[in-house]
């Protein structure tokens, strides 16, 4: 028997070890089953996570397998007592599974499914599905194969409704055309990239998670009973106090999911759920996602190459080449198939990697046009398992009755007070622990405040060094205005891909989002703020009246906000490295109608309009309303025998200020902050609807 037929001919829940390893029709067959079986373990047995260990048989890679020797093969072999350990795990786990509840299966089905993208202005459009067809049975774990650029991700997301926009054809389930809120409130979607709050540990993800997506109504002991169960079954249990940053690539894999789990959707979609992890890692995750097939599941992933040992995990596969299926049907149909199509798979080649070299084109590019018509781009279902039972849409529709419609139900959850709450507490959890928005941005302020003190000491009081105090007051501005832009330019982007993952799966409201944002930055602004103020105001010697440094606080502090928030478009709409580049040069412009430079008096006519939208420039005028306005009196002139600007009006008159301006200025900066504030949520709203 030759190890392809093992392979395909095992039985029970026995998993094959793949075809690497085939072995020839000799003597050493029967050691190549001793291989198989010592190295092999059911299903069930194969994934003891808890405390972290791996059993010897997952640890093992099919390489180490071939060449493991019959007498090395005995010391592998596990002793009655190490098996009875791993059975009561097993029991353990069994039984947290058994705490989620069963889900009723829904069978996937799409017909003529083709996506166009736009490629940008002028340069027309691409095709990437081209009138693909496919049916994926409820209650199996499916992978979607095919080589890099064939248009895995994007049948994902056209199937989870991620992608919206150029999807044509109809996808139907349960026989039924999707209703998208409906689906989406079933369904989840894990991204390729773990997109996770690093500063978080699991336990609290987990618990966040939990309080978004399962409403009010679920008590306490339920939240934490379900994470339990969770965590045990993912075997994250034991790293519950782990920051998710230190986490191994597996780990955050499977945190990725026991997320989604906790309100136990019925389909799940996964992008690559194995790329970047190593082969024990790769049959956990798999092994996992089996095991929640068993309740009625469908999980559908996109893989890239599987191993003959992974491949077999899986219940059917969908091999995409250049947006057209070329086959799909049973993992173990697959060589016959190749069989009937006189492309069969060579000997010593593991099908999963053979029918992707078919994909690629490596043996001509005929080859994919042959598979093509033999699966009907995906239409035939010949191949699957058990075609017999496998149900047409018409059957499934009377089986399933028509669901209830739910009327002005949000996407979420739980509450828009609820969704804040928690964010806030999110927020805060993470702000406690972020050294960049708030350990750095305050050590930056003190920094910073300490320098320009020490460069401008007294500067405020003497009347021989007005201009060097006009030169202060635009630093600070400078530096309150960029600071927080380029902090907030700089992090949210990497926060947005959270967001966008986790408002798709709909954790919570883009306003919802938006408030706590807002919300839990103002302790830290106000706190950095006032620090910066008192230092630089006591150092600088500016006038030591409440009133004046107040209105110099109050001008401060709205440069910040407005500055903030115009680094909120930025970092919405750009990426990093756009956004670091666009954040200064728009500053400058703003800079240069500030009256700084040039006088306002002085601006060309034609520019005049520009000093009316420089936030910058009602900064400057409300510093120097609060350091000089209000009547201020004659300066000291201890330090120099002439002072040019002892008056204060005469200063004023110089740079062609009033000195009296300080509630325009207020309520100009106020609704500048305003419009940036509603444009950044604007954007955020449009940038996400764009994605998709
Ligand atoms: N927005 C887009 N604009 C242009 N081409 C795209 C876009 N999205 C995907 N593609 C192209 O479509 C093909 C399939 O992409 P994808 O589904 O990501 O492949 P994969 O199978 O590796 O997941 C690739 O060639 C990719 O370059
Ligand atoms: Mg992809």
């Known amino acids: 028997m030759s190890a392809r037929d093992q392979f395909f001919n095992s039985d029970g829940g026995t998993a094959g070890i793949g075809l690497g390893i085939e072995i020839g029709e000799s003597s050493t067959s029967q050691v190549g089953r001793g291989v198989y079986n010592a190295t092999t373990v059911p299903m069930t047995n194969a994934s003891s996570w808890r405390n972290g260990q791996t059993n010897t048989a997952t640890k093992t890679t099919p390489t180490a397998i071939a060449t493991t020797t019959a007498s090395q093969l005995v010391a592998v072999k596990q002793t009655p007592l190490e098996s009875v350990a791993e059975d009561e795990e097993d029991l353990d786990q069994m039984d947290a599974l058994s705490n989620l509840p069963p889900r009723d299966a829904v069978d996937i089905e799409f017909r003529d499914l083709s996506l166009t ?10 095709e990437i599905l081209h009138n693909v067809c496919g049916k994926f049975p409820g209650g199996q774990l499916i992978a979607i194969m095919g080589p890099s650029g064939a248009g895995k991700s994007t049948l994902l997301d056209a199937l989870s409704g991620f992608k919206t926009t150029g999807v044509d054809g109809s996808i139907l389930l349960n026989g039924r055309r999707r209703d998208l809120p409906s689906f989406r409130r079933m369904s989840c979607y894990i991204t390729q990239d773990d997109r996770l709050q690093p500063l978080l540990t699991v336990s609290e993800n987990m618990h966040i998670a939990a309080d978004l997506k399962l409403g009010e109504n679920v008590t306490y002991e339920e939240k934490e009973r379900r994470i339990e169960d969770i965590l ?24 990725s999911i026991a997320m989604e789990l906790i309100n136990n959707p019925t ?42 040992k992974l491949f077999q995990i899986f219940d059917q596969v969908y091999v995409l080449s250049a947006g057209n299926c070329v086959y799909q049907g049973g993992t173990q149909k697959m060589v016959p198939f190749l069989h009937s199509v006189e492309l069969p798979c060579p000997m010593y080649h593991n099908p999963a990697d053979y029918i992707i070299e078919l994909a690629c084109g490596e043996y001509g590019f005929d080859k994919i046009d042959t598979l093509k018509s033999a699966s009907e781009n995906g239409s035939c279902l010949t191949w699957f398992n058990d075609p017999g039972s496998v149900l047409r849409a018409e059957t499934l529709m009377r089986k399933h009755p028509i669901p209830r419609r739910k009327k002005n139900v949000s996407m979420e959850n739980t509450s ?63 530096h309150h205005s960029m600071t927080t832009m380029m902090l907030t330019v700089l992090t949210f982007p990497i926060e947005m891909t959270i967001l966008i993952k986790e408002h798709f799966n709909r954790w919570y409201s883009l306003k919802a989002y938006y408030f706590a944002l807002t919300l839990i930055d103002l302790p830290i602004t106000l706190l950095s703020t006032l620090l910066f103020t008192v230092i630089i105001y006591l150092w600088s010697y500016q006038p030591l009246e409440w009133v004046r440094f107040w209105m110099f606080f109050a001008i401060s502090l709205l440069i910040v906000f407005v500055g903030q928030s115009i680094g909120l478009i930025i970092g919405a709409w750009f990426d990093v490295v756009n956004g670091t580049f666009l954040a200064p040069v728009l500053t400058i412009p703003m800079m240069m109608f500030a009256g700084f430079g040039v006088t306002l008096r002085d601006l060309p006519s034609y520019l005049k309009w520009g000093s009316h939208i420089s936030h910058l420039r009602y900064g400057l005028e409300g510093f120097i309303a609060a350091i000089y306005g209000l009547n201020r009196g004659t300066l000291a002139c201890d330090e120099a025998p002439y002072c040019h600007y002892r008056y204060p009006k005469k200063f004023l008159e110089e740079i062609t200020m009033r000195g009296d301006q300080f509630w325009k200025d207020i309520i100009a900066l106020c609704v500048m902050m305003f419009i940036f504030r509603l444009g950044a949520y604007i954007v955020l709203k449009a940038k996400i609807k764009s994605i998709r």
């Open 267 to 308: 389909v799940m979609f996964l992008d690559e759920p194995t790329t970047g992890l190593d082969s024990s890692s790769c049959t956990k995750v798999l092994e996992l996602l089996k095991r929640l097939t068993s309740q009625g599941r469908t999980i559908i992933c996109t893989i890239h190459q599987p191993t003959a």
């Open 416 to 478: 828009f007070m609820n969704q804040c709450s928690v964010l806030l507490r999110r927020g805060y959890i993470k702000a406690r622990r972020d050294t960049t928005m708030t350990h750095l941005r305050i050590i930056v302020n003190i920094a910073v405040a300490v320098l320009y003190g020490a460069m401008y000491d007294r500067s405020g009081r003497e009347g021989s060094r007005v201009l060097d105090n006009y030169n202060l007051l635009f630093a600070i501005l400078m």
């Open 232 to 255: 045990l079954l993912l075997g994250l249990y034991d790293h519950d106090q782990t920051l998710t940053m230190r986490l191994s690539g597996g780990q955050k894999k499977r945190l």
């Open 117 to 126: 993208v736009k490629l940008g202005f002028n340069r027309g459009e691409k």
